[in-house]
């Protein structure tokens, strides 16, 4: 893989590929995802999940140099601020699952190597904005029914261990399998984000059995409702934060867990010891001081 940058000044990423099976492979499944999507414009269908365009790599051209063959695509620009909330990771979900229900039932191509290396974050501007999410490498996809190109020799390059579905043998892709290796990859990014909903969306991901496993399209419907769901929480969260009640609003969730234990602590010595000047200390201990004030503390101690 190497880097360069064309006369327009636009970043470019030039893949040559050692053996040339591979790389025949992947440029005929981008020539593919091109023809769908040019048939799909001339017949104006109606699509259920929308475009491809800026969802996937962006191929600038194909070819080969002395046999071997050459992929050029538009290089993507990372956002520099990761997935880091609960919200950020629903609406990466329902960006990621909404290109594979595109690929899935409106291309019929499985990706086949879903992981956190193969989608690049373009845009995340923080809660409150849309997420942009591109999908690269498409040297493991495969068409979603056999008969699709019979005569056409697949040369793929397998999935990943640790996101490949225990079924697809690292070879056998499918919509299912994209599922499994979304969920894999969600569980992976989620490490340090907690959220119960959409960890139990992940495990339904992650069902040993692909016909348990939920569409993409489901998925993207399910990742929908624990985004509306959390951001009706804070709403709440900032409606009660502005009532100045200690254990409420959008400064409470701002905190660090281990500061949220000492705000309980130090509510549960207000109440027993009936006092306040051991809960300042508390939470001048914790660093939680800058928003939490005794007095507010003393006044919702049986709230």
């Given at each position: 893989m190497a880097r360069a940058t064309n006369a327009a000044g636009q970043r470019l990423f030039i893949k040559v590929f050692n053996d040339a099976r591979c790389g025949r492979h992947e440029i005929m499944i981008h020539s593919l995802i091109l023809y769908a999507e040019q048939l799909h414009n001339q017949r104006q269908d109606s699509r259920r999940h929308g475009r491809l365009d800026g969802r996937i790599t962006k191929v600038i051209w194909t070819g080969e140099c002395d046999g071997y063959p050459v992929l050029v695509m538009k290089a993507e620009q990372e956002a520099e601020r990761p997935i880091a909330t609960p919200i950020q990771l629903a609406k990466?979900?329902?960006?990621?699952?909404?290109?594979?229900?595109?690929?899935?039932?409106?291309?019929?191509?499985?990706?086949?190597?879903?992981?956190?290396?193969n989608l690049v974050v373009t845009k995340n501007d923080g809660d409150k904005q849309p997420i942009r999410v591109v999908i690269c490498d498409f040297g493991s996809a495969d068409t979603v029914y056999d008969d699709a190109l019979p005569d056409a020799p697949m040369h793929r390059t397998g999935g990943t261990k640790g996101y490949s579905a225990p079924e697809s043998d690292g070879y056998c892709t499918s919509p299912e399998s994209d599922v499994y290796s979304l969920g894999a990859t969600l569980r992976q990014v989620m490490r340090y984000i907690k959220c119960k909903s959409m960890r139990a969306l992940i495990a339904r991901m992650m069902?040993?059995?692909?016909?348990?496993?939920?569409?993409?399209?489901d998925v993207v419907e399910g990742a929908k409702a624990i985004q509306m769901e959390l951001e009706t929480t804070r709403k709440r969260a900032?409606?009660?934060?502005?009532?100045?009640?200690?254990?409420?609003?959008?400064?409470?969730?701002?905190?660090?867990?281990?500061q949220r234990k000492a705000v309980c602590?130090?509510?549960?010595f207000a109440v027993a010891a009936d006092g306040a000047h051991i809960v300042y200390w508390l939470l001048n201990k914790a660093g939680a001081t800058v928003w939490v004030q005794p007095a507010r503390i003393w006044q919702h101690r049986f709230a």
């Open positions: 990466f979900a329902q960006e990621v699952a909404t290109t594979l229900a595109i690929l899935h039932d409106d291309v019929t191509i499985a990706h086949g190597d879903i992981k956190p290396y069902d040993s059995i692909p016909e348990n496993r939920p569409h993409a399209r900032d409606a009660a934060d502005k009532t100045g009640h200690p254990l409420c609003g959008d400064n409470y969730m701002r905190l660090l867990p281990f602590l130090a509510i549960t």
